[in-house]
T-cell receptor, first 113, second 112 residues
Framework: NAGVMQNPRHLVRRRGQEARLRCSPM?????VYWYRQLPEEGLKFMVY????????ESGMPKERFSAEFPKEGPSILRIQQVVRGDSAAYFC???????????FGSGTRLTVV | KQEVTQIPAALSVPEGENLVLNCSFT??????LQWFRQDPGKGLTSLLL?????REQTSGRLNASLDKSSGRSTLYIAASQPGDSATYLC???????????FGKGTRLSVIA
């Protein structure tokens, strides 16, 4: 079992470009969670998805950010028209059931220049 | 809304010492609590998951306890080693449901 796979590990984007972050959950896990970690700050929840459904997006900024978890393929976190403040580490976690423990990926470190 | 607090924010101990990390949460209607470790620039590694029906969990030199009534959990590390140096994060669900809410962590340094 390869664990939770995130790619790319590092992503550099110029201001105004789009960033696409991918997350493949562990085999058998249908619940996916995205978190953002800013330097010297804690992990902040962004969005919780199940296959083809957004369950909770209360932590997602209203503009420029979107997430999906299609029936086939990885979950995608998309950030449009990136700004310097989007620079952070973005982590994905998965679980087999809603009240089971989370397994995290290694994260994608986004740098906006 | 769940809030998770961890104290101390940083801790430095000599190798071999036993230590306790503290975590408190405001909403006790949780179904589990999870402790993680994060090394600099890395992802999170799950250490222990305590279900609400349990009072503690053990893995090697690590022991985590859960007291829902007081809204507290502790992570006990026995015979600390330099390799234990990392940030330790406590996380509890938001008002009994997902998602996990994280504390800001305790940054541990074990000095050889």
């Amino acid at each position: 079992n390869a664990g939770v796979m995130q790619n790319p590990r590092h992503l550099v984007r110029r201001r105004g470009q789009e960033a696409r972050l991918r997350c493949s959950p562990m085999k058998g896990h249908s619940h996916v969670y995205w978190y953002r970690q800013l330097p010297e700050e804690g992990l902040k929840f962004m969005v919780y998805l199940q296959k083809e459904n957004i369950i909770d997006e209360s932590g997602m900024p209203k503009e420029r950010f979107s997430a999906e978890f299609p029936k086939e393929g990885p979950s995608i976190l998309r950030i449009q028209q990136v700004v310097r403040g989007d620079s952070a580490a973005y982590f994905c976690a998965s679980s087999p059931l809603r009240d089971y423990g989370y397994t995290f990926g290694s994260g994608t470190r986004l740098t906006v220049v | 809304k769940q809030e998770v607090t961890q104290i101390p924010a940083a801790l430095s101990v000599p190798e071999g010492e036993n230590l306790v990390l503290n975590c408190s949460f405001t909403d006790s209607a949780i179904y589990n609590l999870q402790w993680f470790r994060q090394d600099p620039g890395k992802g999170l590694t799950s250490l222990l998951l305590i279900q609400s029906s349990q009072r503690e969990q053990t893995s090697g030199r690590l022991n985590a306890s859960l007291d829902k009534s007081s809204g507290r959990s502790t992570l006990y590390i026995a015979a600390s080693q330099p390799g234990d140096s990392a940030t330790y994060l406590c996380a509890a669900p938001n008002s009994g449901n997902t998602p996990l809410v994280f504390g800001k962590g305790t940054r541990l340094s074990v000095i050889a």
